[in-house]
């Protein structure tokens, strides 16, 4: 063999080993191993075309002409050959969908021209050795991956589809590759050097095209499948739609089971963030379009570039496979699609999509305010302990859920028992607080003073009755909304376990407080100095109310109030104990 | 050792009803510290910022008096959690702790839980739950005992001890508290008691 020779074959196994290094490397087959792509290859390389080898002699020898059988026969029985694996591989978990298919077809019909070229033509080339080499291994590869590329689309798809007719699929596949290969092999015959290279590279690069247009078509039905589930069909109406949503709850499970089967489950989890992200993007950018200050603005603005720096890294790790699926189902331009998709997912996973603000744009409550009076208002919610460590600028995005409410005359805000459903912020007038039957307020707040706050955490029933006293103007927030604003961000919730945090640590500190003054008095020892957290300053209670504990105002206050409650007690006690020792001494 | 681990978390009333995969995530972003007898592990004032979590071992929390001498307030050992509220609030300890022995200790500091929140949200509103729950609950026990209290300064003694306090709390500080308050009472009224039938 000589050296030209020897670059020859080199070449032919160069090429189709360079394609299939390039499959692996980008990942393009996915959900399949790299080990079911080389056995695509080797059943090529070595049984289809050991088959179709010994098949085609066989042919030969009972007097058909060589002739024809390039013509018709060889196509028939190699691409039938071919298709085989794919028909096995199609039942396995691990050919999920159209792509995968294509990828495992052209891969078989790259072996089979890598043998073809290596044992048939090659050798056969004689003087034209490298000129065959470089036409051959382009031409026919490109046309026997093209083929069974084709049938591997049309199995893929048929994994889709359940009616009777589901087997035309897989026939008019095979039909395409055998034509495909048909036409190649009889023009082919017809020509010779840079003709035979542009037709031969022509026709490899319309099966190219063929299976572009294939899987565009493939990807399109999973689209309208996902549209399907999600409910979005065409002729129905938005009413009819939503009822539907509602009574089947389960779209989004169901898409995320199908996204499973395709894309592998492993990549599931990174996929369901990338459209959380991709949803909490649209609903922000529809937030845009609402009159809110500049602060709140620039605050969404730094959200969504945030969220697609984030959607951009997970797009990297996801790699070209699931990107090019997922850009085809859910483009981004579909807006029905993607406000269908927003709202099922917010309804699936309402911790991490913004369904605060898609809630605020569907009941139209985004605008009852001007952006001048959310500021104000957002200032104000800022003064309140609960609210210290929220951002101003997530505090004016939930003040746009206030409600103004006006009162003329007593009118009982909430009973004693109520489930705490609200927070109130007094605007204009009093709220004066009572316990169960008593007439006599045991407070009263005045206007920029804020009622039970605690509810909009825990929602427990209220603990004294609450009553607008003449003409007043309230803000009301309500904890349901609150909770769905918090869901999906992370930071409020955050602020809301720190301020809490603040609170349980008084409390402690109250407990410990309570339990060191209480075991001095049951020793007796009640001038012994406190070896507990000691507390400089003490408020005097006076002597005919009864110290009450005020979940919003625990504070050191408190602990110094719990403090004095017991000092006084162990005085009163130390006292009477004294005096009954003096009677007895006097006795 | 992870899964074993993780149902410790359980054992901080701030990690109750974290699912147990959350739970797991959360001990995998714990950073594992050895502590040999006497070493410190923070100072009272110091600012903290990180949840302890004991796998073997014994620390001590302490502080001093206003003499200037130290004294113990009590022991965590093995499986036991300290510093939750220094994590989530950033505020000075309010005592030191130090290891009585060699110890190997899980350390959660706040901004890998921060982290760990931004992924996992709905960990954030279990915690809320918790600690809402928990301030609810101590405040009310804390009431009754209070307002008990002032029924033993007026004699009331079989009253203060029935004053709708259970017998049993859930948690352990307010068992303790109950517990003393009980002893409180019985001493007292035996105290006087006493001084009565002897006078």
Same mark, same amino acid.
């Given at each position: 063999?000589?050296?030209?020779?020897?670059? @020859? $074959?080199?070449? /032919?196994? @160069?090429?189709?080993?360079?394609?299939?290094?390039?499959?692996?490397?980008?990942?393009?087959?996915? +959900?399949?191993?790299?080990?079911?792509?080389?056995?695509?290859?080797?059943?090529? /390389?070595?049984?289809?075309?050991?088959?179709?080898?010994?098949?085609?002699? !066989?042919?030969?020898?009972?007097?058909?002409?060589?002739?024809?059988? +390039?013509?018709?026969?060889?196509?028939?029985?190699?691409?039938?050959?071919?298709?085989?694996?794919?028909? $096995?591989?199609?039942?396995?978990?691990?050919?999920?969908?159209?792509?995968?298919?294509?990828? $495992?077809?052209?891969?078989?019909?790259?072996? !089979?021209?890598?043998?073809?070229?290596?044992?048939?033509?090659?050798?056969?080339? =004689?003087? @034209?050795?490298?000129?065959?080499?470089?036409?051959? +291994?382009?031409? +026919?590869?490109?046309?026997?991956?093209?083929?069974?590329?084709?049938?591997?689309?049309?199995?893929?798809?048929?994994?889709?589809?359940?009616?009777?007719?589901? !087997?035309?699929?897989?026939?008019? =596949?095979?039909?395409?590759?055998?034509?495909?290969?048909?036409? $190649?092999?009889?023009?082919? =015959?017809?020509?010779?050097?840079?003709?035979?290279?542009?037709? @031969?590279?022509?026709?490899?690069?319309?099966?190219?095209?063929?299976?572009?247009?294939?899987?565009?078509?493939?990807?399109?039905?999973?689209?309208?499948? !996902?549209?399907?589930?999600?409910?979005?069909?065409?002729?129905?109406?938005?009413?009819?739609?939503? /009822?539907?949503?509602?009574?089947?709850?389960a779209a989004i499970e169901d898409i995320f089971g199908e996204l499973g089967d395709t894309l592998g489950d492993s990549n599931i989890s990174l996929v369901r963030r990338l459209l959380v992200t991709q949803a909490n993007i649209g609903i922000l950018q529809n937030n845009l379009s609402t009159p809110v200050s500049e602060r709140l603005r620039t605050a969404w603005e730094e959200e969504i570039a945030e969220l697609r720096a984030e959607s951009e890294k997970i797009r990297k790790e996801l790699g070209p496979r699931v990107n090019l699926f997922l850009q085809s189902v859910f483009p981004p331009g579909d807006t029905p699609m993607q406000q269908a998709f927003n709202e099922e997912m917010a309804r699936f996973d309402p911790t991490l999509v913004h369904t605060f603000d898609m809630f605020m744009r569907s009941a139209d409550l985004a605008e009852t305010f001007t952006p001048d009076q959310l500021e104000a208002m957002a200032e104000r919610l800022h003064q309140i302990e609960i609210f210290q460590n929220v951002t101003l600028a997530n505090l004016e995005n939930l003040c746009r859920a206030v409600e103004v409410q006006n009162f003329e005359g007593e009118h009982t805000l909430f009973n004693q028992g109520d489930q705490g459903d609200a927070m109130y912020l007094v605007e204009e007038g009093q709220v004066a607080i009572f316990s169960q039957d008593s007439e006599t307020p045991l407070r009263t707040f005045e206007s920029g003073a804020v009622v039970g706050e605690f509810a909009l955490l825990d929602g427990q029933p209220r603990s004294a009755r609450a009553q607008v006293q003449g003409t007043a103007t309230l803000l009301r927030l309500q904890r349901q909304v609150f909770m769905m604003f918090i869901q999906s961000r992370p930071q409020v919730v955050l602020a809301m376990l720190q301020y809490l945090a603040e609170k349980a640590r008084y409390t402690t500190l109250a407990v410990e407080t309570s339990i060191a003054w209480m075991s001095r008095i049951e020793q007796g020892t009640y001038q012994t100095a406190s070896p507990q957290p000691v507390v400089s300053e003490t408020v005097p209670t006076p002597a005919n109310k009864v110290a009450t504990l005020e979940l919003e105002e625990l504070s050191a206050e408190t602990v110094a109030m719990v403090s004095n409650v017991f000092s006084q007690a162990a005085a009163t006690l130390q006292e009477r104990e004294e005096s009954l020792r003096a009677e007895r001494k006097a006795s | 050792m992870s899964l074993n681990v993780g149902e410790q978390l359980q054992g901080s009333f701030i990690f109750r009803g974290v699912e147990p995969a959350a739970r797991e995530a959360l001990v995998a972003v714990m950073r594992r510290e050895h502590f040999p007898q006497g070493a410190v592990l923070f100072h009272k004032d110091s600012v903290g910022d990180s949840v302890y979590l004991i796998l073997s071992g014994e620390i001590r929390i302490y502080s001093v008096d206003e003499l200037g001498r130290e004294f113990t307030i009590r022991h965590y050992g093995a499986n036991q959690i300290f510093g939750e509220f220094a994590m989530l609030d950033q505020k000075p300890r309010s005592a030191s702790a130090a290891a009585s022995q060699d110890s190997d200790v899980l350390v959660l500091h706040r901004d890998d839980f921060l982290n760990f929140l931004r992924e996992r949200p709905l960990i954030g509103l279990s915690l809320m739950r918790n600690l809402v729950e928990r301030v609810r609950y101590t405040t009310s026990y804390l009431q009754r005992v209070m307002d008990a209290t002032q029924l033993l300064t007026q004699g009331k003694y079989d009253q203060a001890a029935l004053n709708e306090i259970p017998g049993t709390a859930t948690e352990t500080e307010i068992q303790q508290l109950v517990d003393v308050f009980v002893q409180m009472v019985r001493s007292v009224q035996s105290r006087e008691e006493t001084l009565r039938r002897s006078s």
């Open positions: 063999m000589d050296a030209v020779t020897l670059v @020859a $074959y080199l070449i /032919a196994i @160069a090429i189709p080993a360079f394609t299939i290094y390039l499959f692996i490397m980008l990942d393009v087959f996915g +959900t399949g191993k790299t080990s079911t792509i080389l056995l695509c290859v080797g059943w090529g /390389a070595l049984g289809a075309f050991g088959l179709a080898w010994t098949f085609n002699n !066989f042919i030969l020898d009972q007097g058909l002409g060589y002739n024809t059988l +390039t013509r018709i026969g060889a196509p028939i029985i190699e691409e039938v050959l071919k298709s085989l694996i794919l028909i $096995y591989l199609v039942r396995q978990p691990r050919f999920r969908y159209i792509v995968d298919g294509a990828v $495992y077809g052209i891969a078989v019909g790259i072996g !089979f021209g890598l043998s073809e070229n290596m044992l048939i033509y090659l050798p056969r080339s =004689g003087e @034209a050795v490298l000129g065959a080499a470089i036409s051959r +291994t382009l031409s +026919t590869a490109l046309m026997h991956a093209a083929a069974s590329g084709l049938v591997g689309i049309s199995l893929g798809r048929l994994r889709r589809i359940t009616s009777q007719q589901k !087997f035309v699929l897989p026939i008019i =596949g095979i039909i395409l590759a055998i034509a495909l290969h048909v036409v $190649y092999n009889n023009v082919v =015959g017809e020509l010779s050097g840079v003709m035979l290279l542009l037709v @031969a590279i022509g026709i490899g690069v319309g099966g190219g095209v063929l299976i572009a247009w294939q899987i565009n078509q493939g990807l399109q039905d999973e689209k309208a499948r !996902f549209a399907e589930t999600l409910g979005l069909n065409v002729d129905v109406s938005t009413g009819e739609r939503r /009822a539907v949503q509602r009574l089947g709850g | -």
